[in-house]
């Protein structure tokens, strides 16, 4: 019979709306499930909405990008990352997840090597899987930190790049500058490409502070940094990211893209271009709303439930251990929709199969309902581990 | 050092950008290079965009697309292709590009071999190199129609599909029922899958007729059938296509799609809602206009050059085969450009390297533009067979 490839086999199902049937059958829940932001873009979005329209303009348009959307990335990567954005190529994706599928066929082979960090964001190792390459995952310490001696073991002559995210989904760390420079300096030295993950850049709290590993010279030839407009603009359903580059890499990339897409939805590149004049402050002031969030989860976990946690640092996720109560995470999500009404997602679905984690995103709602969620879910976890 | 992937380095650099760039350099020239059509989407595709942003929703959305375009769309296939929908699954893609890379991924595995008649598309080709599968290709006859006795003779144990493109660029080729439905068995008695695009299905001329091998029920098992609206609703910068495919291909190609995009945008689907409301009348009145144009094509390439090319019978292109010159064909496409400031697309590009071709797409500008481009195409052909 014609049937399905066996890549597609070993690629796991997309959790998030596995858990969305869930919810859909316990009315009333409240989701900490998907990684969004509670607010919306900002207003003057309408104005570029509004340019388009009347430009009447529908053809193609640049397989990599508008070049006033590739401009504007240009300066904010300068003047918020410190990035030479000249030293490297953009290239806008429809989405960073769309960056970071590009980046592993533009690099990878059937049967080479990606090394993740355990827990791994799960379209990474769904696009390495797609891509008939071979995830390799490598722990984290205990607040899901990056061990370099681990990663420097597990490079093989098949390994052709360690993926970071920072601040990490689903973990909530942040790596810092040294962490970061150790690990971009590793892939340099064994001459594979270092993948960086940026989007959730502008989601750091306390004392954590974002860094952009491409900012440093040394890092040209080999780092390939994915950005988001989903997260920090509110605008996920838009479908703009960004990748940056090494230069050799813009030609393959290109092909990938023109395969796969075209080009952007150019509607929505006039969007994201809105965006960026607006920049960051518009981001930070809502963030800071969900940082409010962030203390009550803290202080919740803290005080109601003692689950293992790492800092919640970055991003808007906890990622918590449980204890082992003869349940699977899985059985654990659907407890907490059923008897709690407030819904997380399994930690198998980022790679973490011998434990009980699950992962709790507090960006989502606003922030009365999602503290609502929260008092739901640490009140759900305290009974199942005091039964 | 790091590498671009083997894989990359066998997928061909895509060819509109560069002619686009040869263009560029000599202003004045008119594009038959690009394949769009030359008018904008209907009107009421603002309404689709002013009821999404009042909606003011911007979370992602069903990675399959949205429901409300889902049905609008099952209703389209049963009332224009005779197509029952409820036997399948219907994905909305960002373009058709990407349900073909969606459907080669979901069926095939790394050297696994997928049929394309020749010429082919050449987002095919490199969607076949870039899941590391084979394209075979399988020649057409003096008419560019499908030889099925020459496909079945490619099939090996291999083989995973048979890719048919009707009305079929670029040739300009449509295939009828009778030859579609002996492939799409040919392709059932060999458990083999038939994609078949059908993005061009509007625009047939004369006598030809536009027909859905998934409309019979023998195909309902083995059938992908990919659509768009970026040609029919002028509308290709919205990057909205969909895919009809056997219900068990749902899951895979949901996992792809999930990982590569997320959703389609959102906006973008709105606005093809639409679209799809108004319905194909709008298209057709508009086509009608393609149609004068390729009459005026015909003729011109009838009085003023003998040039071999199939009957213009659909999409909005002309393969045109020249006589050897002692030229490759990217010379004459050059020469073409800078001589006679009219642009083509070169026949290396769909796979004729053997053969001195040229594909001229005649739908892309404003009726008296093309016309006047076709004038300089022709005039420019005749010089260089009499030179």
């Not at 014609?2 to 998030?16: F, G, K, L």
């Not at 904010?76 to 953009?90: F, H, V």
């Not at 205990?142 to 390994?159: G, H, R, Y």
């Not at 003869?326 to 709690?340: A, N, P, T």
Request: aromatic content about 8%.
């Amino acid at each position: 019979m014609t049937d399905i490839s066996h890549r597609m086999n070993r690629v796991q199902a997309p959790i998030i709306p596995e858990v969305a049937d869930l919810i859909d059958c316990n009315p009333g829940t409240i989701s900490l499930g998907q990684g969004v932001v509670y607010y919306s873009p900002p207003e003057q979005i309408n104005q570029g909405v509004q340019e388009f329209m009347k430009m009447n303009s529908h053809h193609y348009q640049a397989v990599e990008g508008i070049p006033a959307l590739r401009n504007l990335i240009s300066q904010k990567l300068r003047d918020e990352n410190g990035i030479d954005a000249s030293s490297y190529e953009i290239v806008v994706s429809a989405g960073s997840n769309m960056g970071f599928l590009n980046a592993i066929l533009a690099i990878a082979d059937t049967g080479d090597e990606i090394i993740l960090l355990k827990p791994w964001y799960f379209n990474h190792e769904m696009a390495v899987r797609i891509a008939d390459c071979i995830p390799v995952s490598v722990d984290t310490d205990q607040q899901f930190q990056p061990d370099v001696k681990l990663m420097e073991q597990a490079i093989t002559n098949k390994t052709r790049a360690i993926v970071t995210v920072s601040p990490n989904n689903p973990t909530g760390a942040v790596y810092d500058r040294e962490k970061l420079l150790e690990i971009n300096e590793l892939c340099r030295n064994s001459n594979i490409f270092h993948i960086h993950d940026e989007a959730y850049e502008y989601f750091c709290y306390d004392d954590a502070e974002h860094f952009s590993p491409a900012s440093v010279e040394s890092a040209l030839d080999h780092t390939i940094s994915l950005y988001s407009t989903s997260k920090s603009f509110g605008m996920a359903n838009w479908r703009i990211g960004y990748m940056l580059i090494p230069p050799r890499l813009f030609k393959p990339v290109r092909k990938i893209q023109d395969t796969n897409l075209i080009c952007p939805s150019v509607i929505s590149q006039y969007a994201a271009m809105e965006c960026l004049k607006v920049g960051r402050t518009f981001c930070d002031s809502r963030i800071a709303e969900i940082d409010k969030v962030r203390s009550h989860f803290q202080q919740r976990l803290t005080s109601n439930c003692a689950v293992s946690h790492g800092k919640l640092q970055g991003a808007f996720y906890a990622f918590l251990q449980l204890p082992d109560l003869g349940k699977s995470d899985m059985d654990i999500v659907r407890f907490l929709i059923e008897q709690y009404e407030v819904a997380v997602i399994p930690g198998v679905a980022f790679g973490i199969e011998h434990s009980r984690c699950i992962r709790a995103s507090y960006g989502a709602m606003q922030p009365s309902t999602v503290v609502e969620g929260i008092d739901r879910l640490t009140q759900g976890l305290k009974n199942l581990l005091e039964s």
